[in-house]
């Protein structure tokens, strides 16, 4: 179905009208004046594992003089009975649903429960943000971001992969060199329960190369797994709009150094190491929060809103492609 979106804007209010040969969906929105008139977001983090405890770190203590200042967390949810942490009390997911104080949710659990906690929240008009990836399908994650449209709150997904300084050096060293062929391959250890197919996994991985060499398509994907030793390979063969083959590896095993390994060949040159890079004063997750508060002040470009739905929505299916052709067992593409 065929959705034309039109704006209207005006200085208190703006109306997002979707239009379709079946319905109309009419959604007030605040606009970006009205917004920053919020004196603060309170918020709940879903899930206290490494991303949880960090962004309650990162809410506790924002960065100064930042958008991040407009947050305030409010809660924690876990399905385990657990003390406070950071200061911070448990409570219920009916609580954080209910509250009129609680306007944001920060989904940090395994991804296969990433959609339900979504939806929840999305439903009760809650802003999200979520940790890659924000669902297991494209299909789940395009009808995600459309009810979040429909709700009228930020849908945020978190890609730290794009902020390290090592990947800000490579976008910066590779501008205007033609690539003629490359690879990535990943090394880790192995994957607990919970995360997912490979594709959607290390989508981190996809996104890196979707966002250098632009839109990709998957020419054969294949699947080596020995689940009694804990080990599975993902291999990808994916092709740029210019036509140039990329291959993309996933590798996981105990003892696995965890590794990220190029070799990009352009027309001048060969990169086979990743740039070195200054470590930035501020951190992943911290850089992600201030750009997810941006989104909640309506501080962020509307372009370039679009461009990121359009890069997490290209990588979820690009991912879902490489799982069907790997699960097919089929390694080409055409074949399919």
Avoid at 16 to 42: E, P, T
Avoid at 238 to 257: A, D, F, V
Wanted: with cysteine; glycine share 6%.
């Amino acid at each position: 179905m065929k959705v034309v979106t039109q704006l209207y804007h005006s200085d208190k209010s703006s109306t997002v009208a979707f239009y379709s040969h079946k319905r109309v969906i009419c959604v007030n929105l605040l606009s970006s004046r009205a917004i920053q008139k919020v004196d603060m977001f309170g918020s709940v983090v879903v899930g206290i594992g490494t991303a949880g405890f960090v962004r309650i770190r990162d809410m506790l203590a924002p960065l100064p003089s930042s958008a991040a200042e407009k947050l305030s967390v409010k809660g924690f949810i876990s399905r385990r009975t657990l003390e406070e942490q950071q200061g911070v009390k448990q409570i219920t997911i009916e609580d954080a649903l209910r509250r009129d104080d609680i306007k944001v949710a920060f989904v940090c659990t395994e991804n296969a429960v990433h959609e339900e906690n979504i939806r929840t929240f999305l439903e009760a008009g809650k802003h999200v943000c979520v940790e890659y990836p924000m669902a297991m399908t494209y299909k789940t994650a395009v009808d995600l971001w459309d009810l979040a449209q429909e709700k009228g709150v930020v849908l945020h997904e978190e890609h730290i992969e794009l902020l390290t300084a090592d990947f800000k050096q490579l976008k910066k060293d590779i501008a205007g060199k033609k690539l003629e062929e490359g690879s990535l391959h990943f090394t880790g250890g192995p994957l607990k329960p919970g995360f997912g197919f490979p594709a959607f996994s290390g989508i981190a991985r996809l996104t890196w190369l979707v966002d250098l060499f632009g839109e990709l398509s998957v020419t054969a994907a294949s699947m080596e797994e020995d689940q009694e030793n804990k080990y599975m390979k993902m291999t990808t063969q994916l092709m740029t709009k210019e036509q140039k083959p990329l291959t993309w590896i996933e590798e996981r095993g105990p003892g696995l150094p965890r590794v990220k390994n190029i070799n990009f060949r352009f027309d001048s040159c060969t990169m086979t190491q990743l740039p070195p890079a200054a470590r930035e004063p501020v951190g992943l997750f911290m850089q992600d929060l201030v750009l997810f508060s941006q989104k909640l002040l309506g501080q962020v470009p509307r372009d370039q809103l679009h461009a990121e739905r359009h890069r997490v929505l290209h990588c979820l299916e690009l991912a879902d492609r490489i799982q069907q052709l790997s699960q097919q067992g089929q390694g080409s593409a055409q074949d399919a």
